[in-house]
């Protein structure tokens, strides 16, 4: 992705007109000071650190053994039953 020097007085000018730029068209800048590059405007990513995965899975609700027992039991007889239904033409009326 293109990264466009940008001016801290042209930004603070035309603040919304970037910020704009940068949720709709996703571009990104790279702020001015002097000669100097001191930070970047950029869209924030949308998705998740993998890093983040193990927290993520620890946070999920806990099922008690009764129920997981009961998901299990579910699950191995939905895939019996699959196993065993005839494959049909979804396009057929």
């Given at each position: 992705m293109h990264t466009t020097p940008l001016t801290?007085?042209?930004?603070?000018?035309?603040?919304?007109?970037?910020?704009?730029?940068?949720?709709?068209?996703?571009?990104?800048?790279?702020?001015?000071?002097?000669?100097?590059?001191?930070?970047?405007?950029?869209?924030?990513?949308?998705?998740?650190?993998?890093?983040?995965?193990?927290?993520?899975?620890?946070?999920?609700?806990?099922?008690?053994?009764?129920?997981?027992?009961?998901?299990?039991?579910?699950?191995?007889?939905?895939r019996y039953e699959l196993e065993r239904e005839e494959?049909?033409?979804?396009?057929?009326?």
């Open positions: 801290i007085p042209e930004l603070m000018r035309n603040f919304s007109r970037y910020v704009s730029r940068v949720l709709h068209q996703e571009e990104r800048f790279i702020l001015i000071e002097g000669r100097k590059p001191v930070a970047e405007l950029r869209p924030v990513s949308s998705g998740r650190l993998l890093g983040e995965l193990s927290s993520l899975v620890n946070a999920l609700p806990k099922l008690d053994p009764t129920d997981a027992d009961s998901f299990a039991e579910d699950v191995t007889r939905i494959l049909r033409d979804p396009w057929e009326s």
